[in-house]
Nanobody
Framework: QVQLVESGGGLVQPGGSLRLSCAAS????????MGWYRRAPGKQRELVAS???????DYADFVKGRFTISRDNAERMVFLQLNNLKPEDSAVYYC?????????WGQGTQVTVSS
């Protein structure tokens, strides 16, 4: 079992920044892949970024150059730095961890980009 708790969402103006955090209940050393997903109203959940145990990261095309994912295994934390935010980035952002073949999800944190 892995419990994930996200934080850091909020309301920000276009062009602004946020840093999302995900705290895990268990050591990340055994979790090979972690990621951030998002779901906007009326849309399907989509992958934003992922990071493996070797710190290799991948990004969706729509966030490349703007978002950065990182993980701190010792602190059991995963982060997503969101820069140059756009209104279309507004969504609930979810932290994801895959332990073995089982995915785990946090409750999500709302990001709203609006002037």
């Amino acid at each position: 079992q892995v419990q994930l708790v996200e934080s850091g969402g909020g309301l920000v103006q276009p062009g602004g920044s946020l840093r999302l955090s995900c705290a895990a209940s268990t050591s990340l050393f055994s979790i090979l892949q972690m990621g951030w997903y998002r779901r906007a109203p009326g849309k399907q959940r989509e992958l934003v970024a992922s990071i493996g145990s070797a710190m290799k990261s991948d990004y969706a095309d729509f966030v490349k150059g703007r978002f950065t994912i990182s993980r701190d295994n010792a602190e059991r934390m995963v982060f997503l730095q969101l820069n140059n935010l756009k209104p279309e980035d507004s969504a609930v952002y979810y932290c994801n961890a895959v332990l073995g073949t089982t995915p785990y999800w946090g409750q999500g944190t709302q990001v709203t980009v609006s002037s």
